[in-house]
């Protein structure tokens, strides 16, 4: 299996809604990223887990809130929302975080908010 | 800061012409030079690694070189398949941080 799965691939939501994108990989990977990606740019990256570790937070609002609750699953909780957060939200794996690693990605979330 | 530059930004070729895209970059101690294609709606897919000048990697229509300043990717006799946004990034010291460049629009007509 080499694949990252995301959930959900759509989402639309308003100003105070709160939700979750989701993000499962079953390759032993113990790197997970989020990426943002507006259209027609190229991804951002937004935080880096290692080892279920947080090592790279980008800077990111605080209405992101990453999680990582093991080694395969990976949690971007969303609250309070601007509508300039409307992108394509992408996660991705790699071995162990080391430099010079591949990156595999998931589809992405479509992210929509009102 | 790390810098990525692609060129063109979009390019429009006919089945069987052959092309090459461009990549610059600016970074300190790099540690690793990507290739990635991106189908519309959906994430990136690993093509290349490239770690040194003149080091050069192939895959079916598709080869990549590296000087130290840029990267090229060149498609040979492109199909309409071979149709995405290729996007380049590179990664430099000891991070795990990956900068992309803004990519390539490839078209191909049949």
């Known amino acids: 299996d080499t694949e990252v799965t995301q959930t959900p691939k759509h989402l639309v939501m308003g100003m105070t809604n709160k939700k979750s994108l989701k993000c499962e990989q079953h390759?032993?990977?113990?790197?997970m990223y989020w990426y943002k990606q507006k259209a027609k740019k190229p991804p951002e990256l937004m935080f880096v887990y290692s080892y279920e570790k947080l090592s790279i937070n980008e800077s990111v609002p605080s209405r992101f809130s990453p999680e990582c609750p093991n080694s395969s699953l990976l949690n971007l909780h969303l609250h309070a929302l601007q509508p300039e957060d409307s992108a394509l939200y992408l996660c991705?794996?790699?071995?162990?975080?080391?430099?010079?690693?591949?990156?595999?990605f998931g589809s992405g979330t479509q992210l929509s908010v009102l | 800061e790390d810098q990525v530059t692609q060129s063109p930004e979009a390019l429009r070729l006919q089945e069987g012409e052959s092309s090459s895209l461009n990549c610059s970059y600016t970074?300190?101690?790099?540690?690793?030079l990507f290739w990635y294609r991106q189908d519309p709606g959906k994430g990136p897919e690993f093509l290349f690694t490239?770690?040194?000048a003149g080091e050069e990697k192939e895959k079916e229509r598709l080869k990549a070189t590296l000087t130290k300043k840029e990267s090229f990717l060149h498609i040979t006799a492109p199909k309409p398949e071979d149709s995405a946004t290729y996007l380049c990034?590179?990664?430099?010291?000891?991070?795990?941080?990956?900068?992309f460049g803004t990519g390539t629009k490839l078209q191909v007509i049949p």
């Open positions: 390759m032993g990977h113990r790197a």
């Open positions: 991705a794996s790699s071995v162990s975080g080391a430099a010079n690693e591949k990156l595999f």
């Open positions: 490239l770690y040194s």
């Open positions: 970074v300190s101690g790099l540690r690793g």
């Open positions: 990034a590179v990664q430099a010291g000891g991070y795990q941080k990956v900068t």
